[in-house]
């Protein structure tokens, strides 16, 4: 039965706590938010599971079957669908209107609300889940309430974080058993947040399943990972955030040693980084510069790869990122040592390596310990003005066995090997893209051009620091292009460069010109019959 003194008074600004109604899943730090509730005189209010948990902890609770005169049915899926509990939420306090319904229906008012909501997530992420067991972590009582308590947050709080406990508890302490408005609405907006999030996780999971063709909708939720000094400008304000439940993302197990604060233009620059060198099994080195890979290197060992990667364009690596696939020893750090690094990437470094690279106080040193692939399932999505392009990953890396020699002459086996390491490589270069490479490092890339035979000029300059020695400097290098070569032109102009083997998509209404040109220089053309833009 509700008492007179139950009902807070339509004059009360900051309404007190006393009844809570608490009912999770995560029960992290729950034992102790109650007890610190009861310390206050809080009556506490639980559902099952909640209510057990409590109970092994000491703390007496009554039971939602007890404040709703209801019980819980259906196996539980019905317990806090209760009109009741809802009235007792939505109830605005200084109406009197609304006092007097609670008080002719002899309802409680709840002042704080603690959920959290079915494991949804962790349970779709289990490889062995069955639908029906997906279907059944579908919470629908918890959303509701929360919900409820969040919309009339003048008068409740709602939790939805075992990370608040503390914070609410000690301004409960200090406050009167109150929580000043901004506390409150600061609550309420973590609880739409956390809602938003699970429904964004439970209409993803319905819109893939069993389909490939894109959603009419798309709900997708994001969690602030960091906070970035500024963006692509100084004047721009920047925050990496990862996709929810994602299976790993950009920084996901990977721990700054040593430097300045990540900027938003060094996770740009990992991001391709990494999703270069993870082309590779072999020991390599990948250096990229504003988005692009301005050397990369395989090699018998980690450090010589990065002589090589590092020899491609040594300008352009000036202030660049430095990703390695092996641990980075003294040897290397001494060469590191010696250039501008901005950040160097790696899954391991020796204790002298750490000391000679700690020695410079700026150089970012990030240690990988992800082993974990990304989703097969990810999407690549690409921001435009007032809307956003969805796309598959370009994943697929075509095989030897897969590709057409169109020329008279075949590639030797050498060729063989910088065809398909120059090709890997091509796929992560701004388009228009060419890379030359040469013993299974780059000699030269030219990227982001707009017409093809311009990044072939480019290509071959930059290769004129790698070996300005060699007649012509290109003798027996290998081309890669991601796309067709719409003229004769730019191979024409690899050709007299000294290049000997040509890899590339074919598809131009012009490739027996472009065939035809190979052919009189003797060269090696192998057409892929797939293009990898990246734009």
């Known amino acids: 039965m509700a008492e007179q003194d139950d ?102 008012p709840i002042d704080l609300v603690c959920v959290n909501l079915y494991p949804f997530e962790a349970t779709v992420a289990r490889r062995d889940v069955s639908d029906a067991e997906v279907i059944e972590k579908i919470d629908v009582g918890g959303p509701t309430m929360i919900r409820a308590a969040a919309k009339n947050h003048a008068f409740v709080a709602i939790v939805v974080e075992p990370e608040s406990y503390d914070a609410v508890l000690d301004e409960l302490r200090a406050g009167g058993e109150t929580l000043s408005d901004q506390t409150r609405q600061a609550l309420a907006a973590d609880a739409f947040a956390h809602t938003a999030r699970y429904d964004a996780a439970i209409a993803s999971w319905f819109a893939r399943r069993g389909s490939v063709d894109f959603p009419p909708l798309i709900a997708v939720a994001w969690e602030k990972e960091l906070d970035l000094p500024y963006g692509e400008n100084p004047h721009q304000r920047a925050a990496f955030y990862s996709q929810a439940r994602a299976r790993t993302h950009l920084l996901s197990q990977v ?16 991001d391709a980084a990494r999703r270069l060198i993870d082309e590779f099994e072999l020991p390599a080195s990948v250096i990229v510069k504003h988005n692009n890979p301005c050397g990369c ?29 092996r641990p980075v020893d003294r040897a290397l750090a001494e060469q590191l040592s010696e250039i501008f690094v901005e950040l160097v990437f790696a899954p391991g470094y020796d204790d002298a390596a750490l000391d000679i690279l700690q020695a410079k106080p700026n150089v970012r040193i990030l240690v990988d310990h992800e082993r974990r ?55 992560h270069v701004r388009s228009n893209a060419i890379v030359l490479a040469k013993d299974l490092a780059t000699v030269g890339v030219g990227a982001g051009q707009m017409s093809r035979v311009d990044s072939v000029r480019v290509a071959i300059e930059k290769s004129r620091d790698w070996d300005a020695a060699m007649t012509p400097p290109l003798a027996g290098a290998a081309l890669a292009s991601d796309a067709f070569f719409p003229f004769a032109d730019g191979p024409q102009t690899a050709f007299d460069a000294g290049v000997t083997a040509v890899i590339q998509p074919g598809g131009s209404q012009r490739d027996p010109e472009v065939v035809e040109a190979a052919d009189a220089a003797g060269a090696a053309m192998v057409f892929t019959r797939r293009r990898h833009f990246r734009h």
């Open 7 to 108: 009902a807070p008074a339509a004059a009360e600004t900051q309404p007190r706590v006393r009844r809570a109604l608490l009912s999770v899943s995560d029960k992290r730090g729950l034992v102790e938010f109650a007890s610190g509730l009861v310390e206050l005189g809080v009556e506490i209010v639980s559902t099952g599971g909640t209510a057990q948990a409590l109970a092994d902890g000491g703390i007496e609770t009554r039971s939602i079957a007890d404040y709703t005169g209801f019980p819980e049915i259906l196996d539980g899926r019905v317990k806090t669908l209760n009109p009741r509990i809802h009235a007792g939420l939505l109830a605005i306090r200084d109406d009197p209107e609304h006092l007097r319904t609670l008080a002719e229906q002899e309802i409680e």
């Open 255 to 270: 721990s700054q040693l040593h430097g300045k604060e990540l900027s938003f233009n060094n996770l740009l620059d990992l």
């Open 297 to 325: 290197a395989m090699e018998r060992d980690v450090n010589t790869a990065f002589e090589h990667a590092l020899a491609t364009d040594r300008m352009s690596a000036f202030g660049g990122i430095f990703c390695f696939n």
């Open 373 to 427: 692939d990304e989703s097969v399932t990810e999407w690549d999505m690409k921001r435009v003005r007032g809307g956003l392009l969805l796309q598959d990953r370009d994943r697929h890396v075509e095989t030897r066995d897969e590709m057409e020699v169109v020329t008279e002459r075949k590639p030797s086996d050498s060729e063989w090997g910088d065809l398909l390491f120059a090709w890997k490589v091509s796929r």
